[in-house]
């Protein structure tokens, strides 16, 4: 009895496997189902999408990362244009560096300096003092050549590209002409170096003759008293003292042209007004309380 049953069952079970099967091949000969191949084919277009998605995002978010390094990593410059001014324009950057800047000059520098290296620009003229520090060269790049130095003294002139003149007061200096980088020439104390139809042309060069255009009338403008009065002691027979440090970051815009220590004490202590007492030959300026 039993035995009927389940072959009454097979049976039904392979008539109906073979009507699904008619039907299944009906309705891909209709092309109402994919069959096998097109079933492939559509995983393949599936995952080739899903692939150039991924693709799509991660280039999307190098992009979003480029721009977002590059501007972290950009520098912002400072520019000072002295435009025809008849002043010498002082600047004393963070590192302790001092500009004298010509009139008709732009001197454009960062905020503040990168690990590594000390890089400004200079259009027209400059002097320049540099503070030392061997592992950090101090780097200036004019419309013709790149001036690196480590610690010294020396004056830079340019003319728009039709020119560029280095005097050297102290230390030395490299030099290296921008469309030829193989030409380079080290400058020492009392050379002059000039760029001559794309050559280097070395002279002699008398600082205390030629070298002073800028100590004749020093222009501070927005600078700290403590590094006015380093430049003032460091080019004039002055030796201002701060009585503290506070005293020292008061900010002052102030013009000196040929002035004796005493005006420029005049002048300093009016100013700000700041008392000032000699003590042992040194000019000694605090708040006047």
């Not at 560029?164 to 030395?172: A, N, P, S």
């Not at 002035?259 to 009016?270: F, K, Q, R």
């Amino acid at each position: 009895m039993n035995i009927e049953m389940e072959g009454d069952m097979d049976t039904k079970t392979i008539h109906s496997r073979e009507a699904w099967n008619k039907l299944h091949a009906r309705l891909r000969d209709e092309n109402l189902v994919p069959d096998q191949g097109v079933k492939a084919n559509s995983s393949l277009v599936y995952y080739g999408l899903r692939i150039a998605a991924l693709a799509l995002i991660l280039l999307v978010v190098g992009a979003v990362i480029y721009v977002n390094t590059g501007r972290r990593t950009e520098v912002n410059m400072v520019n000072l244009n002295t435009h025809n001014e008849a002043n010498t324009l002082i600047k004393t950057l963070a590192d302790g560096s001092v500009i004298y800047i010509a009139g008709n000059s732009l001197f454009s520098y960062p905020q503040e300096f990168k690990q590594g290296s000390r890089n400004v620009e200079l259009k027209g003229e400059a002097f320049f003092d540099i503070a030392p520090n061997p592992a950090r060269p101090f780097i200036i790049e004019t419309e013709e050549a790149l001036v690196q130095v480590l610690g010294t003294a020396f004056n830079v002139k340019t003319s728009n590209g039709r020119g560029f003149e280095l005097c050297v007061d102290r230390g030395t200096v490299k030099v290296t002409l921008k469309n030829d980088p193989s030409h380079s020439e080290m400058v020492i104390a009392g050379e002059k170096i000039s760029a001559v139809d794309n050559s280097l042309v070395r002279s002699k060069y008398n600082a205390g003759i030629d070298g002073s255009w800028y100590k004749q009338r020093m222009h501070f403008k927005d600078e700290k008293l403590q590094d006015i009065i380093t430049v003032l002691n460091r080019n004039f027979n002055t030796n201002f003292v701060l009585a503290d440090n506070e005293t020292g970051k008061h900010k002052l815009t102030v013009t000196f042209q040929n002035e004796t220590a005493v005006t420029m004490t005049g002048l300093l202590c009016a100013a700000l007004n700041l008392k000032s007492q000699t003590v042992n030959g040194s000019v000694v300026l605090s708040e006047n309380k």
